[in-house]
């Protein structure tokens, strides 16, 4: 098992390297000038000045180890600073990431957003496997039944439409003709008190629903797949045989074999829904992360793009990386030494 | 007791009991043949394949029967609703919405289907040369793996933002478009193929007619083309449906970000991002094409959950 | 050669004294990887020094237990597997360090005929097409002599030609081994190796089978090795018989003087386990029962590789490996109770 996750840990770091020389490199092809947006009365060497400021002028390399330094010391050690209300050496004098647009750091805009994405992200993936685990199992259980066909039916849908569809199609109903919800999502909200935490969940109620619709349809296809798959086997078969009651059956022996794979699919998706997040966000207008991606995008901040990008992709690599390592420990025939 | 039994070669050994003397020629029970017949007892599959047969058909030959310009400005008939004339009601400029989905379609499915077949077209090289040559296994994979690490919106979208005018330029606007977008689908979707390939190929590799062709001396080459392939067009096959279906959703939220196609070509995607704006006063705008979008892919999933029942040997009654 | 030419000669073959093929220390060993960079950390040793010869015209047995390396000796032999060490001699030429068109050029000389009749035929391919394989990769023939002659090596077999158009899916077990058999006859080998051809077929086909493959030794003029763990048919139909333990021979003799005085333990222990129809004589027979278990073949045991179960073991076991000696003319074993003889290299 250890030889096992050092491989993979062997596999992941170097990978991460690749991404973000290939992300960085990417980016930097860009034919993009970040004074463009400036007035043109400004003369240009003042433009020239400006351009050394934000670090244009040096050749590739050095701005790619930069640009690691910066993220992956710089960064963590303001963080711990901030955390703990220390200093670490000499932080005034340390070069940080900016945003070409509003020249902040890019972390401080990050983490001001991040928790609006969470908790959409977050809640969804949580009420999504809520919804999927039940109806996956009940699906297999009683395979081929009208709750099966109906919920085989349904999941399609789920998976098929997109959620850009979704979410338009919520909002024509829920708020334009119903009401009952609020369409655009207020980023100053406060949550001090019971009224205003109830205000927050009904302004989250729909984009949460459209990505756990989203996930709830793919993971429980995958659930009843999975649960299918086991319950064909002779070992139930035997464990009926030998009188156990159905419940035990069902709960003890075939749902810990079918979650394996299952755990194994909701830590893969964890990436993919912050993806999602992107989509539904610009729906919503909620200001999360990938909002802040779109804008970025569109407005050509390079040192943003590169550092959200980049985060999704450690992202990924992490939740591979755990669910590889989580299937180890639950299933003693992967590890293969 | 095995001395007793002799047979004399020259004489023909009699076909097995309940097959029919060979006086007239049989039917070919083909491999085909019997996952056709699987695969129309799959009542998704089967409407499915109709749905689809149905849009394609719309798409391709409705422009002719509409005969309406979807670009045709007639603001007195804006945001009209559904009538005769305009099946679908028409946009804030007077344009037939019902002529825009048809145009829509046209590109939508063109993207869709060219983008799987080049992302099938590479994850099938890649995994059969994975599953077969086990020196190049190692670092094929793990150049799946490194794709599979990209976060790919994020991607897309940047190259796009880059790429866009350069192709533009290139190309002319539309084409420009049509290749990038092909291009980005196909480059970033090939993964899921390339690994269910090499596990299929790895399984027929062991399997002994492969063993039984090196022993007659068969090229590499041809083992592959004529032994490999053959035997793993069953998840290929189910790979392309889903790829149809990815890359229309993809597709469609590229120019739903606004990062597509440009306005005057309309997509599915765009024609949504468009609507999106008018959605208080003209729901249907946002509705058509969110449903065509839908509609399809789901027909296509329905289609790809049949034939891999189909393939299925557990389930095929044999 | 053609069959018709052929259909003069008498029906009983008669091996000769020319060898075809000799075995000379052949070694099959499998590197095990393990550990974090997946370093070689030992070897299984599945075929571990094997030296014998096949003459033309015989049928050579291979018995043993199953995982003893007699599947693995015959592909070794047709080169399916790389050797890792050791000559394999077949007709004058070593095979065993030929490569890429050299190799590719023996091939039609030495066929195989598989195990599973389901597995080794191409599930996508007519029956036809996979008879004609070997014809179009060493093509020779244009498109209509192949399929005379595939038509023909169907009507050998004992099939109805008219079935060229079909799928295996729609013949029954028995005739897909035929078919196999065909396939092997395709480009006129002289030798094949049988790799278990009946041991997935009902009783009454295993008989057809084999008196197939009798008739066409006699007509043809093919050389078999024959690997099974079937000791009743191999008595049948071998006219010498090896016997194999754990990747190494350790008796080899003609099949008479084998099943009526067997020399080593093994070969004791392992007749004593074939079943006799005969109520009467099964109950007082005595079965020499081995007890322990097989070794990894990873890690054989020091000296005799069958020192661990032998009933007959004495400290010398333990720790000298036997010779394999010729004991009596004709008769080689690898045993240290074994009197007789000199070790004997490949004659």
Same mark, same amino acid.
């Given at each position: 098992?250890?030889?096992?996750?050092?491989?993979?840990?062997?596999?992941?770091?170097?990978?991460?390297?690749?991404?973000?020389?290939?992300?960085?490199?990417?980016? *930097?092809?860009?034919?993009?000038?970040?004074? @463009?947006?400036?007035?043109?009365?400004?003369?240009?060497?003042?433009?020239?000045?400006?351009?050394?400021?934000? @670090? !244009?002028?040096?050749?590739?390399?050095?701005?790619?180890?930069?640009?690691?330094?910066?993220?992956?010391?710089?960064?963590?050690?303001?963080?711990?600073?901030?955390?703990?209300?220390?200093?670490?050496?000499?932080?005034?004098?340390?070069?940080?990431?900016?945003?070409?647009?509003?020249?902040?750091?890019?972390?401080?805009?990050? &983490?001001?957003?991040?928790?609006?994405?969470?908790?959409?992200?977050?809640?969804?993936?949580?009420?999504?496997?809520?919804?999927?685990?039940?109806?996956?199992?009940?699906?297999?259980?009683?395979?081929?039944?009208?709750?099966?066909?109906?919920?085989?039916?349904?999941?399609?849908?789920?998976?098929? &439409?997109?959620?850009?569809?979704?979410?338009?199609?919520? /909002?024509?109903?829920?708020?334009?003709?119903?009401?009952?919800?609020?369409?655009?999502?207020?980023?100053?909200?406060?949550?001090?008190?019971? *009224?205003?935490?109830? &205000?927050?969940?009904?302004?989250?109620?729909?984009?949460?629903?459209? !990505?756990?619709?989203?996930?709830?349809?793919?993971?429980?296809?995958?659930?009843?797949?999975?649960? !299918?798959?086991?319950?064909?086997? *002779?070992?139930?078969?035997?464990?009926?045989?030998?009188?156990?009651?159905?419940? &035990?059956?069902?709960?003890?022996?075939?749902?810990?074999?079918?979650?394996?794979?299952?755990?194994?699919? /909701?830590?893969? @998706?964890?990436?993919?829904?912050?993806?999602?997040?992107?989509?539904?966000?610009?729906?919503?207008?909620?200001?999360?992360?990938?909002?802040?991606?779109?804008?970025?995008?569109?407005?050509?901040?390079?040192?943003?793009?590169?550092?959200?990008?980049?985060?999704?992709?450690?992202?990924?690599?992490?939740?591979?990386?755990?669910?590889?390592?989580?299937?180890?420990?639950?299933?003693?025939?992967?590890?293969?030494? | 007791?095995?001395?007793?039994?002799?047979?004399?070669?020259? =004489?023909? +050994?009699?076909?097995?009991?309940?097959?029919?003397?060979?006086?007239?020629?049989?039917?070919?029970?083909?491999?085909?043949?019997?996952?056709?017949?699987?695969?129309?007892?799959? =009542?998704?599959?089967?409407?499915?394949?109709?749905?689809?047969?149905?849009?394609?058909?719309?798409?391709?030959?409705?422009?002719?029967?509409?005969?309406?310009?979807?670009?045709?400005?007639?603001?007195? %008939?804006?945001?009209?609703?559904?009538?005769?004339?305009?099946?679908?009601?028409?946009?804030?400029?007077?344009?037939?919405?019902?002529?825009?989905?048809?145009?829509?379609?046209?590109?939508?499915?063109?993207?869709?289907?060219?983008?799987?077949?080049?992302?099938?077209?590479?994850?099938?090289?890649?995994?059969?040369?994975?599953?077969?040559?086990?020196?190049? %296994?190692?670092?094929?994979?793990?150049?799946?793996?490194?794709?599979?690490?990209?976060?790919?919106?994020?991607?897309?979208?940047?190259?796009?933002?880059?790429?866009?005018?350069?192709?533009?330029?290139?190309?002319?606007? %539309?084409?420009?478009?049509?290749?990038?977008?092909?291009?980005? +689908?196909?480059?970033?979707?090939?993964?899921?193929?390339?690994?269910?390939?090499?596990?299929?190929?790895?399984?027929? =590799?062991?399997?002994?007619?492969?063993?039984?062709?090196?022993?007659?001396?068969?090229?590499?080459?041809?083992?592959?083309?004529?032994?490999?392939?053959?035997?793993?067009?069953?998840? +290929?096959?189910?790979?392309?449906?889903?790829?149809?279906?990815?890359?229309?959703?993809? %597709?469609?939220?590229?120019?739903?970000?606004?990062?597509?196609?440009?306005?005057?070509?309309?997509?599915?995607?765009?024609?949504?991002?468009?609507?999106?704006?008018?959605?208080?006063?003209?729901?249907?705008?946002?509705?058509?094409?969110?449903?065509?979008?839908?509609?399809?892919?789901?027909?296509?999933?329905?289609?790809?959950?049949? +034939?891999?029942?189909?393939?299925?040997?557990?389930?095929?009654?044999? | 050669?053609?069959?018709?030419?052929?259909?003069?000669?008498?029906?009983?073959?008669?091996?000769?004294?020319?060898?075809?093929?000799?075995?000379?220390?052949?070694?099959?060993?499998?590197?095990?990887?393990?550990?974090?960079?997946?370093?070689?950390?030992?070897?299984?040793?599945?075929?571990?020094?094997?030296?014998?010869?096949?003459?033309?015209?015989?049928?050579?047995?291979?018995?043993?237990?199953?995982?003893?390396?007699?599947?693995?000796?015959?592909?070794?032999?047709?080169?399916?597997?790389?050797?890792?060490?050791?000559?394999? #001699?077949?007709?004058?030429?070593?095979?065993?360090?030929?490569?890429?068109?050299?190799?590719?050029?023996?091939?039609?000389?030495?066929?195989?005929?598989?195990?599973?009749?389901?597995?080794?035929?191409?599930?996508?391919?007519?029956?036809?097409?996979?008879?004609?394989?070997?014809?179009?990769?060493?093509?020779?023939?244009?498109?209509?002599?192949?399929?005379?002659?595939?038509?023909?090596?169907?009507? $050998?077999?004992?099939?109805?030609?008219?079935?060229?158009?079909?799928?295996?899916?729609?013949?029954?077990?028995?005739?897909?081994?035929?078919?196999?058999?065909?396939?092997?006859?395709?480009?006129?080998?002289?030798?094949?190796?049988?790799?278990?051809?009946?041991?997935?077929?009902?009783?009454?086909?295993? $008989?057809?089978?084999?008196?197939?493959?009798?008739?066409?030794?006699?007509?043809?003029?093919?050389?078999?090795?024959?690997?099974?763990?079937?000791?009743?048919? #191999?008595?049948?139909? $071998?006219?010498?018989? $090896? #016997?194999?333990?754990?990747?190494?021979?350790?008796?080899?003799?003609?099949?008479?003087?084998?099943?009526?005085?067997?020399?080593?333990?093994?070969?004791?222990?392992?007749?004593?386990?074939?079943?006799?129809?005969?109520?009467?004589?099964?109950?007082?027979?005595?079965?020499?029962?081995?007890?322990?278990?097989?070794?990894?073949?990873?890690?054989?045991?020091?000296?005799?590789?069958?020192?661990?179960?032998?009933?007959?073991?004495?400290?010398?076991?333990?720790?000298?490996?036997?010779?394999?000696?010729?004991?009596?003319?004709?008769?080689?074993?690898?045993?240290?109770? #074994?009197?007789?003889?000199?070790?004997?290299?490949?004659?």
């Amino acid at each position: 098992m250890f030889h096992y996750t050092l491989r993979r840990l062997m596999f992941a770091v170097p990978t991460l390297f690749v991404i973000s020389f290939i992300i960085f490199a990417l980016l *930097d092809l860009a034919p993009n000038d970040p004074t @463009g947006n400036l007035p043109l009365t400004i003369p240009p060497e003042v433009r020239e000045q400006i351009r050394m400021s934000l @670090g !244009l002028g040096e050749p590739f390399h050095i701005r790619y180890l930069k640009w690691l330094q910066q993220f992956f010391i710089a960064e963590p050690l303001n963080f711990i600073e901030q955390a703990f209300g220390i200093e670490i050496g000499n932080s005034a004098e340390r070069v940080r990431i900016r945003s070409w647009a509003t020249r902040s750091p890019v972390v401080d805009l990050i &983490v001001e957003r991040m928790p609006q994405t969470l908790w959409v992200v977050g809640m969804s993936y949580v009420v999504g496997i809520l919804i999927a685990l039940p109806v996956g199992i009940i699906s297999a259980y009683r395979q081929y039944s009208w709750f099966d066909q109906i919920g085989t039916f349904v999941s399609m849908v789920g998976f098929s &439409v997109p959620t850009f569809f979704t979410g338009v199609v919520l /909002i024509v109903v829920f708020s334009v003709y119903l009401g009952w919800f609020p369409s655009i999502y207020d980023t100053t909200h406060r949550v001090t008190g019971w *009224d205003s935490f109830w &205000v927050q969940v009904r302004q989250m109620i729909l984009p949460v629903m459209v !990505l756990a619709l989203y996930n709830a349809a793919q993971l429980s296809r995958f659930v009843r797949a999975s649960m !299918l798959d086991n319950l064909n086997q *002779d070992y139930v078969r035997t464990a009926r045989a030998k009188g156990m009651k159905e419940r &035990v059956v069902l709960l003890v022996h075939v749902l810990r074999n079918s979650l394996i794979p299952v755990v194994t699919v /909701i830590a893969l @998706g964890i990436p993919t829904i912050f993806s999602g997040a992107i989509i539904t966000e610009q729906i919503f207008r909620v200001n999360g992360l990938g909002q802040l991606l779109i804008i970025a995008i569109q407005g050509a901040d390079i040192p943003l793009v590169q550092t959200l990008t980049f985060i999704f992709a450690v992202l990924i690599i992490l939740c591979n990386l755990i669910a590889d390592i989580l299937y180890g420990i639950l299933d003693p025939r992967i590890r293969y030494d | 007791m095995i001395d007793q039994v002799s047979v004399a070669p020259e =004489k023909v +050994i009699p076909p097995a009991p309940g097959s029919p003397v060979a006086a007239e020629p049989r039917k070919q029970s083909t491999l085909t043949a019997d996952v056709w017949r699987q695969f129309r007892q799959h =009542k998704g599959g089967v409407m499915g394949a109709i749905v689809f047969l149905t849009i394609i058909f719309l798409v391709v030959f409705g422009p002719y029967i509409h005969g309406v310009d979807p670009s045709a400005l007639n603001v007195r %008939e804006r945001n009209a609703g559904i009538s005769l004339a305009h099946p679908m009601g028409t946009d804030n400029l007077g344009r037939d919405t019902f002529a825009q989905i048809l145009a829509g379609g046209r590109t939508s499915l063109s993207v869709g289907v060219t983008a799987m077949l080049l992302s099938l077209f590479v994850g099938t090289t890649i995994g059969v040369l994975a599953g077969y040559f086990k020196k190049l %296994e190692g670092p094929l994979m793990r150049l799946t793996d490194l794709f599979l690490a990209l976060p790919l919106l994020p991607l897309l979208l940047v190259i796009i933002m880059l790429f866009r005018d350069t192709l533009r330029r290139s190309f002319g606007p %539309e084409t420009g478009i049509f290749m990038l977008i092909v291009f980005v +689908i196909g480059i970033t979707s090939w993964m899921q193929t390339a690994r269910i390939v090499r596990g299929a190929v790895l399984s027929v =590799k062991e399997q002994e007619f492969v063993l039984a062709a090196k022993s007659i001396g068969t090229r590499e080459r041809r083992i592959i083309t004529r032994h490999i392939l053959p035997n793993v067009l069953s998840p +290929i096959m189910v790979s392309a449906t889903l790829g149809i279906a990815t890359a229309i959703i993809t %597709e469609s939220a590229l120019s739903f970000l606004g990062l597509g196609f440009p306005s005057d070509f309309p997509t599915w995607g765009r024609l949504l991002f468009d609507g999106v704006n008018f959605m208080q006063i003209n729901p249907s705008r946002v509705i058509w094409p969110g449903l065509a979008i839908s509609l399809t892919v789901l027909s296509v999933n329905y289609i790809g959950d049949g +034939i891999r029942d189909a393939l299925d040997p557990r389930i095929r009654g044999r | 050669m053609s069959l018709e030419g052929a259909m003069a000669r008498p029906t009983h073959h008669v091996p000769s004294d020319e060898t075809l093929v000799s075995i000379d220390n052949l070694k099959v060993h499998f590197p095990i990887h393990k550990g974090i960079l997946r370093r070689k950390a030992g070897a299984v040793r599945a075929v571990d020094g094997l030296t014998f010869v096949i003459r033309r015209g015989e049928t050579l047995g291979l018995v043993g237990e199953s995982g003893c390396g007699k599947s693995t000796t015959g592909r070794a032999l047709l080169r399916l597997y790389r050797a890792s060490d050791g000559k394999i #001699v077949f007709d004058g030429t070593d095979i065993a360090s030929l490569e890429g068109d050299a190799l590719r050029r023996q091939r039609p000389r030495m066929q195989m005929i598989f195990q599973d009749p389901q597995a080794s035929l191409n599930p996508r391919m007519t029956v036809g097409a996979i008879i004609a394989e070997p014809l179009v990769e060493h093509g020779v023939m244009n498109a209509r002599d192949r399929k005379a002659r595939v038509r023909e090596l169907l009507d $050998a077999v004992g099939l109805n030609p008219d079935y060229v158009n079909r799928y295996p899916h729609e013949f029954s077990g028995g005739q897909r081994q035929r078919i196999g058999i065909a396939r092997a006859l395709a480009l006129d080998p002289e030798f094949i190796v049988c790799d278990e051809p009946i041991a997935a077929l009902d009783v009454s086909i295993q $008989a057809q089978v084999v008196n197939l493959l009798e008739d066409l030794q006699a007509k043809l003029g093919l050389t078999y090795l024959f690997i099974s763990h079937d000791l009743s048919m #191999v008595k049948h139909i $071998a006219d010498r018989v $090896a #016997v194999m333990y754990l990747g190494k021979i350790v008796e080899l003799a003609d099949v008479e003087s084998l099943f009526a005085d067997p020399k080593h333990p093994y070969t004791k222990a392992l007749l004593s386990a074939v079943p006799v129809p005969d109520p009467k004589i099964e109950a007082s027979r005595r079965r020499i029962i081995l007890t322990g278990d097989i070794p990894d073949p990873a890690n054989p045991p020091v000296g005799c590789r069958f020192c661990t179960r032998c009933p007959e073991v004495f400290d010398r076991c333990q720790v000298e490996e036997p010779d394999w000696r010729e004991v009596q003319p004709g008769r080689f074993a690898a045993c240290h109770r #074994v009197e007789g003889g000199e070790a004997s290299s490949a004659t």
